[in-house]
């Protein structure tokens, strides 16, 4: 075989109905997603041009999607009129301590329900399983009735307590830990680990793609949360960003271009976290999907 048949045979050509190699079912597939991709991105595309539009142009016709004279007036007046950098630090506070005291909580929970023999674990599991079915509307007075009689209205410990309580990361951890193989932490007692070791030096390594997943999972559940903030905070100095950012708008005026800034920079910190965290998080899920 000569050169030409050797190079026709390493890079043989197209199929018919096919182009560069690819199906047109390919083909299709990335079309749709590219559409799907722009559909989900032209709110948030239009919400950052908005930011940056002065008031009056905002009711021009037909509607602008790039700003003509583009203004920080709306960034500024944000930063210099409201506490927002208070209401920053608050979600900061609380999020944040949500999901360190639940990756350590939780993760032992489930290392215990995942691992360990002890009595009624399998029923006392069940329980767990069902305070998932009970909604958040059902709790909400009774929860409120506690913190006040606490005299945790208007504090940190307030907005954070209520948070810790949410079981579904029992329920990831144990799935994760469960998966792992037991001889693992068998060796480590044959040297002569406790428990507690074995936890922090087998099972910890180990689960960092699903203490990741629930880390965001949690701290985006806690950085939009927004009914119990509301309850529970009556000072204005105590207020989240959604709190905040909801007091911004008025019964009888809307600024829209104020409100879009707010909407922009309280979006800002998680969209880092995910990209800080993607890799972790996308093995994470993919590790928890392919699970038996």
Not at 151 to 166: F, K, R
Not at 263 to 290: C, D, E, H, K, N
Request: glycine residues 6%; contains cysteine.
């Amino acid at each position: 075989m000569g050169a030409e048949g050797r190079a026709l045979a390493r890079d043989p050509q197209p199929k018919p109905g096919r182009f560069g190699g690819k199906s047109l079912y390919t083909i299709a597939i990335y079309v749709i997603l590219i559409v799907a991709v722009f559909i989900s991105l032209l709110p948030f595309g239009y919400v950052v041009s908005t930011s940056f539009k002065s008031t009056m142009s905002l009711f021009s016709y037909p509607p602008d999607w790039l700003p003509e004279n583009p203004t920080l007036d709306n960034y500024r007046n944000l930063l210099n009129r409201y506490p927002f950098w208070r209401w920053l630090f608050n979600s900061f506070v609380v999020a944040g301590s949500v999901t360190a005291i639940k990756l350590v909580v939780d993760s032992m929970a489930g290392y215990a329900f995942a691992k360990m023999r002890f009595p009624g674990r399998d029923a006392l599991f069940l329980v767990v399983l069902m305070s998932l079915m009970v909604p958040f509307a059902a709790l909400l007075i009774p929860t409120f009735i506690i913190i006040r009689e606490l005299g945790m209205l208007n504090t940190y410990w307030g907005l954070i307590l209520p948070g810790l309580a949410s079981p579904i990361g029992v329920f990831m951890m144990r799935q994760f830990i469960e998966s792992l193989p037991s001889d693992l932490e068998n060796a480590a007692r044959l040297d002569g680990c406790s428990e507690f070791q074995i936890y922090r030096r087998v099972i910890l390594p180990l689960i960092k793609p699903g203490l990741v997943v629930l880390g965001v999972f949690t701290f985006m559940t806690q950085w939009t949360s927004y009914l119990w903030p509301l309850v529970v905070v009556t000072k204005p100095e105590m207020a989240t960003l959604t709190v905040g950012v909801r007091s911004l708008t008025s019964t009888f005026t809307q600024d829209w271009g104020l409100n879009s800034a707010a909407a922009i920079l309280s979006m800002l910190p998680t969209i880092l976290v995910f990209i800080f965290l993607q890799r972790y998080f996308i093995a994470g899920s993919i590790a928890g999907a392919l699970k038996e």
